[in-house]
């Protein structure tokens, strides 16, 4: 499957963005997905996932609270509302398919990757 995010920019403190995951080449509906995000200078980290069904989702403490992923299968899309920006959220962000569909924490559990979009939060 082929993503591509999409929805980055620059936005203040304190406001928000939805990124959105659209996949190509096949459905989504049976992959579990995630979002991770890379900032300069620092491993690429876990931010959020969802099953297949929707029906589980995780979160970073980072970042729980304040994002919120959801996903449309009908439109193959994946999204993450990200709400109460702070500058530490500033980074590349990417979005994962899991082909064995749970969805996780796990970085390594995800075979399909789409290039990223940069979010930038400051004054």
């Known amino acids: 499957v082929q993503l591509q995010a999409s929805g980055g920019g620059l936005v203040q403190p304190g406001g928000s963005l939805r990124l959105s995951c659209a996949a190509s080449?096949?459905?989504?509906?049976?992959?579990?997905m995630g979002w991770f995000r890379q900032a300069p200078g620092k491993e690429r980290e876990f931010v959020s996932a969802i099953s297949w069904s929707g029906g589980s989702t995780y979160y970073a403490d980072s970042v729980k609270g304040r994002f919120i992923i959801s996903r449309d299968n009908a439109k193959n899309t994946v999204y993450l509302q990200m709400n109460s920006l702070k500058p530490e959220d500033t980074a590349v962000y990417y979005c994962?398919?899991?082909?064995?569909?749970?969805?996780?924490?796990?970085?390594?559990?995800?075979?399909?990757w789409g290039q990223g979009t940069l979010v930038t939060v400051s004054s």
């Open positions: 080449g096949r459905t989504l509906s049976t992959y579990g």
């Open positions: 994962a398919g899991d082909r064995a569909g749970w969805g996780s924490p796990n970085k390594a559990d995800f075979d399909s």
